[in-house]
Nanobody
Framework: QVQLVESGGGLVQPGGSLRLSCAAS????????MGWYRQAPGKERERIAA????????YYVDSVKGRFTISRDNGKNTVYLQMNSLKPGDTAVYYC???????????????WGQGTQVTVSS
């Protein structure tokens, strides 16, 4: 089992920045990749960024390329999502995810965090 705990959400003005953190615990040796999804009201959950824990390969959805950066600190078992130039359309609940070894990258996650709210509004 893998446990994921997110932090760092909140309210920010358009154009501002936030950094989300996701700390993993449990069977972390079994993780191949971690990532971030988001779900806005009335919309489906979408993958926005992912990173392999070993090789550092990354994935971004087009809507966040150039604005969001995913990174990892394997020593802390933590993945970060730096979000810059935030827009009202980025408002959503953001979920951390983890995918196990033996799966392609990126792949549908095996584990989810509880979610953290990000609201972009003036």
């Amino acid at each position: 089992q893998v446990q994921l705990v997110e932090s760092g959400g909140g309210l920010v003005q358009p154009g501002g920045s936030l950094r989300l953190s996701c700390a993993a615990s449990g069977s972390i040796f079994s993780i191949n990749a971690m990532g971030w999804y988001r779900q806005a009201p009335g919309k489906e959950r979408e993958r926005i960024a992912a990173i392999t824990v070993g090789g550092g390969s990354t994935y971004y959805v087009d809507s966040v390329k150039g604005r969001f950066t995913i990174s990892r600190d394997n020593g802390k078992n933590t993945v970060y999502l730096q979000m810059n130039s935030l827009k009202p359309g980025d408002t959503a609940v953001y979920y951390c995810s983890a995918s196990l070894k033996g799966r392609s990258f990126p792949s549908y996650p095996n584990y989810w965090g509880q979610g953290t709210q990000v609201t972009v509004s003036s």
